[in-house]
């Protein structure tokens, strides 16, 4: 059983962050060089058996101008534009099948499954769309040390960017009203960043996110991903501090100093994958309105069912009906 902070101790963890003194305007170039490519965006009717939604196969441009492909499942008969729900990806995984994506449509909302480049074969939920960013260098397996050597190569700087412009996809459709973006582990930390990046979301649900005060938890896990990085340092030991200062671009805890948009955390107080301080780390430097559900007795799984009826009622309560 994996032990962390006790909940007391977690509701008050601040922990300094270390952030570049470029942050901002790093971001502010990589969103400005992205948006200089055209959106792009391809929405081909996709037929199906399913009786709630039309589903759309979805390609747009995302960092680079690359094609990012995703689902568009928008309520049948729906009057006038409907709220979205952007959905980003766990680790190794993508954007699956349509029918994986049926809980927003069945409560009267669309939502825009976005697959996360160059996974999606990681035994779990398939994926489609291509990483053809070259040039990377030596890594573990995985995406977690991809371009680790240099920020503007890191594989994160194209998967947040991705993310972004999904956000901006969903806001071109004229069926769509206001946005929310979730996700859960690397699909949290995905949301969690683009609720910093882009202004007037109306809520983001950051399930067990990843990728938060990444030097402490690559200090306290030895699970996977994290585990990817302590394999790339003990292999490059003279490349410790260069790889933390790559990553200090992409942690969430400076992400969620900068978030403004309300947001629904959760967190298992067993999650020996996303260490429970690790997630307290970003909700507490969180800037925003927020909340957090907290499950004494889970792992990584979270909430499970019993959270994704947390994830709707927070999304009413910011989309309507």
């Known amino acids: 059983m994996f032990v962390d902070l006790p909940l007391p101790h977690l509701r008050e963890y601040l922990p300094d962050r270390v952030e570049p003194a470029d942050f901002d305007a790093f971001w502010q170039r990589t969103l400005a060089e992205a948006r200089a490519h055209d959106l792009a965006l391809e929405l ?48 190794g995984g993508g954007r699956g099948l349509p029918i994986d994506w049926l809980l927003w449509p069945s409560v009267g909302y669309a939502v825009l499954a976005m697959d996360s480049r160059g996974q ?31 920020p503007h190569a890191y594989y994160y700087r194209r998967l947040y960017t991705d993310a972004v412009r999904a956000v901006d996809a969903a806001r071109a459709h004229p069926g769509i009203g ?64 260069r790889v933390f200062e790559t990553l200090a671009y992409f942690d969430g805890v400076n992400f969620a100093a900068r978030a403004r948009t309300p947001a629904l955390f959760s ?41 994704a009826m947390e994830r709707v009622a927070r999304a009413k309560k910011a989309l309507g009906s």
């Open 120 to 150: 999606g074969a990681g035994g779990w939920r398939r994926g489609d769309t291509a990483d053809p960013y070259p040039g990377t260098g030596p890594q573990t397996p995985g995406v977690m040390t991809s371009g680790i050597h240099d």
């Open 44 to 91: 081909t009717p996709v037929p199906t058996d399913l009786t709630v939604a039309d589903v759309f196969d979805v390609t747009f441009a995302g960092f680079g101008g690359h094609p990012i492909k995703g689902w568009l499942l928008l309520p049948r008969q729906a009057s006038g534009p409907v709220p979205c729900v952007i959905e980003y990806q766990g680790y």
């Open 267 to 307: 967190v298992g107080l067993q999650d020996g994958i996303t260490p429970p301080s690790t997630v307290f780390a970003a909700y507490n430097h969180y800037a925003g309105e927020k909340d957090i559900r907290v499950y004494p007795y889970n792992g990584h799984e979270g909430g499970e069912s019993a959270h």
């Open 178 to 241: 206001p946005v929310a973006v979730g996700g859960a582990s690397q699909g949290g930390a995905i949301a969690l960043a683009v609720s910093a990046l882009v202004p007037d979301l109306a809520c983001a649900l950051l399930d067990v996110p990843f990728m938060c005060h990444i030097r402490h938890a690559t200090q306290i896990t030895p699970e996977h991903p994290y585990a990817e990085l302590a394999a790339y340092c003990r292999a490059f030991k003279d490349q410790v501090e």
